[in-house]
């Protein structure tokens, strides 16, 4: 069984350009959620997507958008980055959309450095 | 609104010691999910445990062991017999029933253990 994976593992961009971020869930997981922890803080939820469509979004402007793909994969992408958008990135996959109790496995994250 | 706290920023025990960390959460939804997550310094979330809404029992495996109180929106997590290998940032977490992908994380206590 493989498990979430995430790339880049380390990105420098600077202010105003867009940048991809890439997820590739759990085998068999349909769901994927994207969190942003800033340094010293907890992960905030950013949006989740179930089989393509979202499913629910947090607190984040428009410049925060995602794509899931048919093999459930999924990318975030951030346009005109902000020095605030520096944060770790972390991907969570999980089986079904609505249930609180199927359990978020988590990738290592993608770190964002924005200059 | 919904909110997870977690008072205790860093702890710093010495190996063998038990430690405590605390978990307070708000919410007036009846039905939710709580859970605590362990994270290493490579970054990657470890899931710990889940908890409903409905089972107060606390739970015990090894040398970790949870306490969920209700009447108090509490949510304690204990490490017994503390190793250097505990060290990690470790958080706690809310998920309400109707919004299955979303967790609330706390901000995080950082529990650093020295031989």
């Known amino acids: 069984e493989t498990g979430v994976t995430q790339s880049p593992t380390h990105l420098i961009k600077t202010r105003g350009q867009q940048v991809t971020l890439r997820c590739s869930s759990q085998?068999?997981?349909?769901?994927v959620s994207w969190y942003q922890q800033a340094l010293g803080q907890g992960p905030q939820f950013i949006f989740q997507?179930?089989?393509?469509?979202?499913?629910g979004r947090g607190n984040f402007p428009p410049r925060f958008s995602g794509l899931q793909f048919p093999n459930y994969s999924s990318e975030l992408n951030v346009n005109a980055l902000e020095l605030d958008d520096s944060a770790l990135y972390l991907c969570?996959?999980?089986?079904?959309?609505?249930?609180?109790?199927?359990?978020?496995?988590f990738g290592p994250g993608t770190r964002l450095t924005v200059l | 609104a919904q909110k997870v706290t977690q008072a205790q920023t860093e702890i710093s025990v010495v190996e063998k010691e038990d430690v405590t960390l605390d978990c307070v959460y708000e919410?007036?939804?009846?039905?939710?999910?709580l859970f605590w997550y362990k994270q290493p310094p490579s970054g990657e979330l470890v899931f710990l445990i889940r908890?409903?809404?409905?089972?107060?029992q606390n739970e015990i495996s090894g040398r970790y062991s949870w306490n969920f109180q209700k009447s108090t929106s509490s949510f304690n997590f204990t490490i017994t017999a503390s190793q250097v290998v505990d060290s990690a940032v470790y958080f706690c977490?809310?998920?309400?029933?109707?919004?299955?992908?979303?967790?609330?994380f706390g901000q995080g206590t950082e529990l650093s253990v020295k031989p």
């Open positions: 969570a996959s999980s089986l079904g959309a609505r249930s609180p109790n199927n359990e978020q496995f």
């Open positions: 977490a809310l998920i309400l029933y109707n919004q299955g992908g979303k967790l609330i």
């Open positions: 085998s068999g997981h349909n769901t």
């Open positions: 919410t007036r939804d009846t039905t939710y999910y």
């Open positions: 908890r409903n809404s409905f089972d107060e």
């Open positions: 997507y179930y089989r393509e469509e979202e499913n």
